[in-house]
C-alpha cells in the first residue's frame, strides 16, 4: 500500500477504492465518472480522492495501468481526468496488410495542382515527355484566339503507377481538356464512353477464377488521340508551357484528346473497329465486351475507356492477340491484374480478393473520420430515415460523401443499403441524415480492409436471393427491395432499392421483387450464353414468402393480384417454360436480408459471411513466408 500524500494519513479503504475508481475510468472511458462511482460505492459514501500523479506513474512502469500522457497542472481547483491523467485512449486506424501494393497505395500520395507538382523534378520531367509525345502526334495547332468560338481550359492530372509488388513503375502526367465547358451543338454532338458494368468485371473476374485463366492488364498510351474529332475544338495551352512566342494563341485540336465529350466514343469506335476485324464479337448484353471464339479457344476482353482485362484459356493466343494489339496502339502491358480502377486484385491460395482499400481511405481521409471510433454495423438496428429536421448546412459535402460511398459498393454489398436510404436525401439532408453518414463511416473505419473473395467452384450454376420490405418508408410507404446473385459461389450481383409504387400487401412487394431479381436472372444467363459459360442447369430463385412463390408457379388470380401490372407475370412464364426455378428458403437463411434493412450486429455479421465478404486472408500466393 502506498503512503499518504498529505499531513494526514489515509485509511486504506478509501484509498482502495480510489484506485479501483481510476482503474475502472479508464478501462471503461464512455461511462461518466458518476456512474461508475455508484456501481462501486454506497449513495452516501463519500467521494474516494484522487491518487497522486507520482503514484499512477509507478503504477504505469509496473504495467498495473496503461501508459498515459502525463497530467495537467492547471491553477483552478476543479478536478478533471486530465488533470489526474486519465485520458480517453484514440482509435488509430490499423491499415497495415499482407499485401505490398496495397501498403504502397496507401504510402503514395498524388499532387492534385500544377503548381505543387512543378516543385519536383520527376513529375516536371513527367510534364514534358507527355508534352513531347502530344507534340509529335500532332494533336493540335496553335493559331489565333477566335472571337466567335468557345474555347475550352487545359489542366494536367498526376498519376504514381505502382507494379504488383509495390515498387515504383513510373510517374504519369496527363494533359487533358476541361470539357464541363463545351457546348452542345458547337463543340460536340454525340457522346459515348466505354464504361464496362460492375457486374460483367466480377462475372469475368469468377469465370477467370474458376477456370484458372492467367488475368492480364494492359494500359493504351494516349488512347484518345487515336480517336479523330469531326467538330472544331479550341483549347488553351497547357499550363506551364505556354509557347513564348505566341503567348496568346489557343490550341485548335487536331485529334481528340482526354477531357473532351466527344472523345471516348471517337476511341471505342477506333478500338471497335480494330477488334470486330480480328476475330471479336462486341457482346449485345454488355457492348464494353468483346468475346473471341475460334474452335475451343476462347478469349474475353473488357474495356474501361483506354484500360483494358484480357484473359483466355489459350495463353499463347492471348500473347499473340496482345502483340497483334501493341503494332496497332501503343499498348502497356502492365502484366498480372493487380489494380483497376481503384479494385485492388490480389492473388489468394485458392483464387481472387477484390477490395478498395485506398479508396476507402481517401473517403474517411476527406470527411475527416480516418481516426473515429469504429463501429460494428454501417446504421442502428431499426434505423429510419426522415424529410424532417434541422437542415444541414453543407449539403455539398453530404451529395460528394454519398456520391463516393457509391463507388465504393461495387466491393462492399455490405454498405449497399445504407447507402441507398441516404441517398434518398440529396437535395435537402438533415443533421440526422449525417449523423448516420458518420456512424457509416465509422463502420467502414473498422472494416476498411473488407472485400469480396472469389473462389474456384465446382460449377457455374447461377442461384438468387431475392426479399422486400413491405412499407418500409414511413413517408411514402413504399417498399425497399434487395437481390443477391451468385455465380457458382461467387457474388457478383446484388442490388437495394426502393420499389417505384406503392404495394398493397406484403405478398405484392414479394412478388415484384422476384420479378425484378429474375429480369436481373435473365440478363445474367444472356451474357454467360456470349461468354460460352451458361451451365446447363436452369438457375435457381429463393423467396421467403410462400404466397409470392404460389404466385409465381401457378396461373390464379385473385383480388390481392388482380391489379398487377401484366409486367410482372413474366416470371410465371419464365418457370412455366423452364427457364427458371422458384424455391422456398427460411429469413433465417435469406442472405437478400442485408439488402432491405438495417440488421442488428450478430445477423448482419452472419449474412455478410455469407456473402463471401470479409478481410483478407492471412496468407497470400507469393507470400515469402512459408509458416
Not at 466514343?265 to 464479337?281: D, H, I, P, T, Y
Request: aromatic content about 10%.
Amino acid at each position: 500500500m502506498f503512503g499518504p500524500t498529505t499531513t494526514q494519513a489515509q485509511s486504506p479503504v478509501p484509498y482502495a477504492m480510489s484506485l479501483l475508481f481510476q482503474f475502472l475510468l479508464i478501462r471503461f472511458p464512455p461511462y461518466p465518472p458518476m456512474m461508475i462511482r455508484m456501481w462501486i460505492l454506497p449513495p452516501q459514501a463519500p467521494r474516494p480522492p484522487l491518487l497522486p500523479a507520482r503514484h499512477l506513474n509507478l503504477l504505469h512502469r509496473n504495467r498495473v495501468l496503461p501508459h498515459l500522457p502525463p497530467p495537467l497542472h492547471t491553477g483552478h481547483p476543479m478536478v478533471t481526468r486530465a488533470k489526474a491523467g486519465i485520458f480517453k485512449p484514440k482509435h488509430r486506424a490499423n491499415i497495415s496488410v499482407q499485401s505490398p501494393l496495397i501498403n504502397s497505395l496507401l504510402a503514395t500520395s498524388d499532387p492534385r495542382s500544377f503548381k505543387v507538382a512543378s516543385r519536383h523534378p520527376h513529375w516536371v520531367d513527367t510534364m514534358q515527355n507527355e508534352l513531347r509525345a502530344l507534340q509529335l502526334n500532332k494533336t493540335w495547332t496553335l493559331v489565333p484566339r477566335p472571337t466567335d468560338a468557345n474555347v475550352v481550359g487545359s489542366k494536367w492530372l498526376f498519376r504514381t503507377k505502382l507494379r504488383a509488388d509495390g515498387s515504383l513503375d513510373r510517374y504519369k502526367a496527363r494533359l487533358v481538356a476541361q470539357g464541363f465547358s463545351q457546348v452542345p451543338g458547337l463543340d460536340f454532338s454525340h457522346t459515348f464512353s466505354p464504361v464496362v458494368k460492375a457486374t460483367t468485371i466480377r462475372t469475368v473476374l469468377s469465370l477467370a477464377t474458376m477456370y484458372d485463366w492467367k488475368l492480364h492488364q494492359l494500359d493504351v498510351n494516349n488512347a484518345f488521340l487515336h480517336g479523330t474529332l469531326s467538330e472544331e475544338v479550341f483549347m488553351e495551352q497547357p499550363p506551364g508551357f505556354i509557347d513564348q512566342n505566341f503567348p496568346h494563341h489557343v490550341c485548335r485540336l487536331n485529334k481528340a484528346i482526354y477531357g473532351l465529350k466527344e472523345a471516348p466514343r471517337a476511341w471505342f469506335q477506333r478500338l471497335s473497329a480494330f477488334l470486330l476485324a480480328n476475330g471479336f464479337v462486341c457482346s449485345r448484353a454488355n457492348p464494353s465486351l468483346f468475346i473471341f471464339k475460334c474452335d475451343t479457344c476462347i478469349i474475353y476482353l473488357l474495356v474501361y475507356v483506354d484500360d483494358l482485362i484480357l484473359t483466355g484459356n489459350h495463353e499463347q493466343t492471348v500473347r499473340s492477340f496482345i502483340t497483334r494489339l501493341h503494332s496497332e496502339f501503343a499498348i502497356k502491358d502492365l502484366g498480372d491484374l493487380n489494380y483497376f480502377l481503384g479494385l485492388e486484385v490480389t492473388n489468394v491460395s485458392d483464387g481472387l480478393f477484390l477490395s478498395q482499400t485506398k479508396y476507402a481511405k481517401e473517403i474517411l481521409l476527406k470527411a475527416k473520420m480516418f481516426d473515429a471510433k469504429p463501429m460494428p454495423t454501417p446504421l442502428s438496428p431499426n434505423a429510419t430515415l426522415v424529410n424532417e429536421g434541422e437542415p444541414y448546412p453543407d449539403p455539398t459535402f453530404y451529395r460528394s460523401i454519398i456520391g463516393a460511398l457509391q463507388y465504393l459498393t461495387i466491393t462492399r454489398p455490405d454498405i449497399s443499403y445504407s447507402v441507398n436510404q441516404l441517398s434518398q436525401f440529396l437535395k435537402t439532408p438533415t443533421q440526422d441524415h449525417f449523423s448516420h453518414v458518420k456512424r457509416l463511416l465509422r463502420y467502414i473505419k473498422g472494416t476498411i480492409h473488407y472485400g469480396l473473395t472469389f473462389t474456384k467452384q465446382a460449377d457455374s450454376n447461377i442461384l438468387g436471393y431475392s426479399d422486400a420490405e413491405w412499407a418500409r418508408c414511413i413517408e411514402t410507404r413504399r417498399s425497399t427491395y434487395g437481390y443477391s446473385i451468385f455465380l457458382g459461389g461467387n457474388l457478383v450481383s446484388w442490388s437495394a432499392k426502393k420499389q417505384h409504387s406503392v404495394a398493397r400487401s406484403s405478398c405484392e412487394s414479394e412478388y415484384r421483387a422476384m420479378a425484378n431479381t429474375a429480369a436481373e436472372i435473365i440478363w445474367l444467363t444472356h451474357l454467360l450464353r456470349e461468354l460460352h459459360a451458361l451451365s446447363p442447369d436452369r438457375p435457381t430463385l429463393l423467396c421467403d414468402k410462400k404466397s409470392a412463390i404460389f404466385m409465381s408457379q401457378n396461373p390464379v388470380a385473385h383480388k390481392r393480384s388482380k391489379h398487377l401490372d401484366l409486367d410482372y407475370h413474366f416470371i410465371r412464364e419464365l418457370v412455366t417454360s423452364g427457364k427458371l426455378h422458384t424455391k422456398f428458403v427460411p429469413s433465417k437463411l435469406q442472405v437478400a436480408d442485408i439488402f432491405t434493412k438495417s440488421l442488428p450486429r450478430e445477423q448482419f455479421e452472419y449474412f455478410r459471411k455469407r456473402l463471401c465478404l470479409g478481410p483478407p486472408p492471412f496468407r497470400l500466393r507469393g507470400d515469402v513466408r512459408h509458416v
